[in-house]
């Protein structure tokens, strides 16, 4: 059986330029070509939502509209139209009536507000979404209690849902505190041998490779999927006014997600510029230019190019004496992997062939795909930004919205994928809380270990040396 998640993977491509027929309907227009869903205005999207006796909406179109309406209004304000439109659309006049109509609606309602909880449930951090959801739960208590009894189980795996997100946020609050200790200088550090690298913690590339994809993965499950809406929902292109998110409004996991590439490539870095002998360093190169093969070959293309943007860092790049020590062949594929030219052409296609490789997957290593987070999300941001989320007669722009919910629903699909590597304690440990060199402590890192070679260097290192 398969999940909400798979399911919604059916996409229509979009053809912007041909022509649509529009059928009528009582909230304004919702315009069609081939079957599918193009434009409507705000009105008619949010009717098409509700559910009544004899109508679902299709889950394809539940998801995408909860995914992108929070560029046009709030999810509270969402949430309250659909619960207001369900209960008065079954009112007669007739009390006994209403009541059993509503109890033939209930369980449509109930399985709307269900999906909405698994999919995004981070929309009820928000007291008034809680406060609704638990009306909702004794509106529907007074005419079916099934339907009572499913809203109840359904609470309850949202609290525990909000509450692993909480003691998450508060897990990496305290490890990025730890990680934020500064190492001490280079020369002290090696003279006392207090600091640790890398390779004295794993010297196995794959478990290394193993352990990093482990961070991935955990950090992934965390990432709502609305956070990618949310870092440009600001305002409805129709409204001359923003639209009110409230302070609640968060991208944060997201934002600690990218914080983690930011991390890696630090650390890689350093690990790199710590070491006082030329032949350990080249070392050091060549045990993370093999983690990021293995990374390559999981799958982990994220861990990958944070590996490659560390070892590219100029504080590394330009250790030339420790560079020639080191035989560069594999990772010049690597770097030829992950070029950016032709908009990442060649990561695009890796990525498509790992991705191919998890629909056909027969185990659970087969099944990872971790993307190269920082392109999606600039994907998605430059889908917003080149295509009008309003039509010129008022319309929301709904291909626009079925392409926004394409590329979020195949991350939900990586992101559901369960590590099957068995844990290092000890290495994870290392790998998000070992303090790393800011960039200037890495440059003077780097002069440690070669000297300036012309007066620009030298300059450099002079006033680094005086902050």
């Known amino acids: 059986c398969k999940t909400f998640h798979q399911q919604i993977i059916f996409f229509r491509e979009s053809e912007f330029h041909k022509e649509v027929s529009c ?26 939502l509700v559910p009544t006796v004899d109508y679902y909406p299709d889950r394809s179109y539940v ?9 046009f209004l709030h999810p509270y304000e969402l949430m309250t139209r659909v619960c207001h439109l369900c209960v008065e659309q079954q009112r007669s006049g007739d009390a006994l009536l209403d009541k059993i109509r509503f109890r033939e609606v209930a369980p449509k309602l109930v399985q709307l507000l269900t999906e909405w909880t698994e999919t995004f449930p981070y929309d009820f951090r928000d007291e008034r979404m809680m406060r ?12 079916d209690e099934y339907s009572w009894r499913a809203m109840q189980q359904m609470t309850q795996r949202l609290i525990k849902r909000l509450s692993a997100l909480g003691q998450y946020e508060e897990a990496v609050a305290a490890l990025n505190a730890v990680a934020m200790e500064r190492p001490a200088s280079l020369k002290s550090k090696q003279a006392s041998g207090q600091r640790s690298d890398v390779l004295s913690v794993c010297d196995d590339p794959f478990i290394l490779a193993q352990q990093l994809t482990h961070i991935e993965l955990d950090r992934l499950s965390f990432i709502g999927p609305e956070e990618f809406i949310q870092t440009f929902a600001m305002k409805d292109p129709l409204e001359n006014h923003k639209v009110q998110l409230s302070p609640d409004r968060k991208t944060s996991n997201l934002e600690a997600y990218v914080n983690w590439f930011n991390r890696l490539s630090y650390l890689v870095a350093t690990e790199i510029c710590m070491p006082v002998k030329k032949k350990h360093r080249a070392r050091i190169i060549e045990f993370f230019i093999d983690v990021a093969q293995e990374c390559f070959n999981i799958g982990n293309f994220n861990s990958l190019m944070a590996i490659i943007t560390g070892m590219n860092m100029s504080p590394v790049s330009r250790l030339k004496k420790t560079w020639s020590k080191v035989n560069t062949d594999k990772f010049e594929i690597l770097e030829h992997q992950m070029d950016p030219s032709s908009n990442f052409s060649n990561y695009r296609t890796a990525l498509r062939g790992a991705t191919q490789r998890s629909e056909t997957a027969h185990s659970s290593q087969e099944k990872i795909v971790i993307p190269f987070f920082s392109l999606l999300i600039k994907d998605i941001y430059f889908l917003n930004e080149g295509c009008a989320s309003r039509l010129a007669n008022g319309h929301i722009n709904f291909e626009k919205l079925w392409e926004l919910a394409k590329q979020v629903s195949e991350f939900l699909v990586w992101r559901q994928v369960i590590c099957p590597f068995d844990r290092d304690r000890r290495i994870l440990q290392y790998l998000v809380t070992t303090p790393v060199f800011s960039e200037d402590e890495l440059h003077l890192a ?10 620009m260097e030298k300059d450099s290192r002079r006033s680094l040396r005086w902050v």
């Open 132 to 143: 609704c959801l638990k009306d909702m739960t004794h509106h529907v208590a007074r005419g």
């Open 446 to 455: 780097s002069y440690e270990s070669e000297g300036p070679e012309n007066n």
């Open 23 to 48: 059928n009528s309907s009582n909230y304004g227009e919702m315009c069609y070509h081939d079957n599918s869903l193009v434009s409507a205005s705000l009105e008619a999207l949010i009717q098409h």
């Open 63 to 71: 998801f995408t509209f909860l995914l992108s309406s929070r560029l």
